[in-house]
């Protein structure tokens, strides 16, 4: 049973900094692309990260936010630095079980944690 667990989650100011963590087990993930979205209340679920071969940022975050793992312990980790107000959001891991380019999409990833909590006091 794959399950994926997200930590690191909590009140930060605007300006601040957060290190979320995702923690997968029941399969390895090295050569799968792992992601971080996040979803606002009333809002759609948006992408933030992924990476797998490559590195994928979306535009409001990049040059902010890194995506990194440690492969040894089946971990992706998201720093995210300069955090802003409008970034409150739940944040989700998500993995996928097949492997192909780099996604920004939702429906393509297989797998999700139960999200994290993130807000950002102005």
């Known amino acids: 049973q794959v399950q994926l667990v997200e930590s690191g989650g909590g009140l930060v100011q605007a300006g601040g900094s957060l290190r979320l963590s995702c923690a997968a087990s029941g399969r390895t993930f090295s050569r799968n692309d792992m992601g971080w979205f996040r979803q606002a209340p009333g809002k759609e679920r948006e992408f933030v990260a992924a990476?797998?071969?490559?590195?994928a940022y979306a535009d409001s975050v990049k040059g902010r936010f890194t995506i990194s793992r440690d492969n040894a312990k089946n971990t992706v980790y998201l720093q995210m630095n300069s955090l802003k107000p409008e970034e409150t959001a739940v944040y989700y891991c998500?993995?996928?079980?097949?492997?192909?380019?780099?996604?920004?999409?939702?429906?393509?990833?297989?797998?999700w944690g139960q999200g994290t909590q993130v807000t950002v006091s102005s």
């Open positions: 990476i797998g071969g490559l590195v």
């Open positions: 998500a993995a996928r079980s097949r492997l192909g380019p780099i996604s920004v999409v939702p429906g393509e990833y297989d797998y």
